[in-house]
C-alpha cells in the first residue's frame, strides 16, 4: 500500500493549497498550451489530494485524471471541480498508486507533486514506474519531490532509506516523509529520459530552516 490513512485525517482536518505552483504551470503551458485540441490532451496526477492542479489544468481545457488514496480528498477535489470548472471531462479515483487503475500508454502526461515522497525509496520507484507504463510513447513526466537536507530530514525515527516519520518541520505528522538525494534520481526515475532538474528552495527565517523540493520534468 503506497497511502498512509494519516492523509485521510489531514485532509479532512487541515485546510489545504488551492493553486498550483508555478511550476507545474510553468510545465503545463511549456508542453501543451498549443495543442491543437486540449480536450484530447489526458494528464494524470498520482496522489492528487483535494485537486489544486488538476482545478488548473481542467480550467485550461485539458482532460484530467486523478488517483488518491483519501475518500475525503477525491470527494473535496469532485465538488470543488464541479463548482468551478462545470462541464470538466475526465476521472478522479479513490485508489492505490501502486497499482494505476488504467492501461498502458494512456496519458499524455502524467504529474506527482510531493506524493512519492510520503513513500519508502523501494515503494517510489515502483510508483514511478507505474507512471511510466500508463505514459504514451514520447509522453510528458512531472515531479516534485522533497530534496535532502529539507526541514525534517534525518529527524525523527528513521523507518528507511532516507525516509523518517519526521520528529520537526512541516510533515511533522503526516506519515512517511522521504528527502531524495540528487545521485538517486536517475536510479527512481529510470523509465523517463530526464530532461531538466531544478532545485527549490524556502528559507523560514525565525526558525533558521530551509524547506528543498527537486522539480524534475522529462518524457518516456
Known amino acids: 500500500m503506497s497511502w498512509d490513512p494519516v492523509w485521510e485525517e489531514v485532509f479532512r482536518q487541515q485546510a489545504w493549497g488551492k493553486y498550483p505552483g508555478e511550476d507545474l504551470i510553468r510545465f503545463i503551458a511549456r508542453n501543451f498550451y498549443n495543442a491543437k485540441s486540449r480536450l484530447e490532451v489526458k494528464i494524470l496526477e498520482v496522489g492528487c489530494g483535494p485537486g489544486a492542479n488538476l482545478w488548473y489544468v481542467a480550467r485550461e481545457g485539458f482532460t484530467i485524471y486523478g488517483v488518491d488514496g483519501s475518500k475525503t480528498a477525491i470527494e473535496q477535489a469532485k465538488t470543488r471541480l464541479d463548482s468551478e470548472c462545470p462541464g470538466w471531462t475526465g476521472e478522479l479515483v479513490v485508489g492505490d498508486i501502486n497499482r494505476l487503475p488504467f492501461p498502458d500508454e494512456t496519458f499524455d502526461a502524467v504529474i506527482d507533486s510531493e506524493a512519492l515522497s510520503c513513500n519508502t525509496f523501494e515503494n517510489a520507484a515502483l510508483?514511478?514506474?507505474?507512471?511510466?507504463?500508463?505514459?504514451?510513447?514520447?509522453?510528458?513526466?512531472?515531479?516534485?519531490?522533497?530534496?535532502?537536507?529539507?526541514?525534517?530530514?534525518?529527524?525523527?525515527?528513521?523507518?528507511g532509506y532516507d525516509t523518517y516519520l519526521v520528529g520537526e518541520g512541516p510533515l511533522l505528522g503526516k506519515g512517511f516523509a522521504r528527502f531524495t538525494n540528487y545521485n538517486d534520481i536517475p536510479e527512481l526515475i529510470k523509465h523517463f529520459t530526464i530532461q531538466e532538474i531544478q532545485l527549490l528552495s524556502r528559507e523560514y527565517l525565525q526558525e533558521n530552516k530551509i524547506v528543498k523540493e527537486w522539480v524534475i520534468t522529462g518524457e518516456k
Do not use: H, N, Q
Open 127 to 159: 510508483i514511478y514506474s507505474e507512471m511510466a507504463r500508463v505514459t504514451k510513447r514520447s509522453g510528458k513526466f512531472f515531479s516534485r519531490t522533497f530534496a535532502k537536507g529539507s526541514w525534517g530530514d534525518e529527524t525523527g525515527e528513521k523507518v
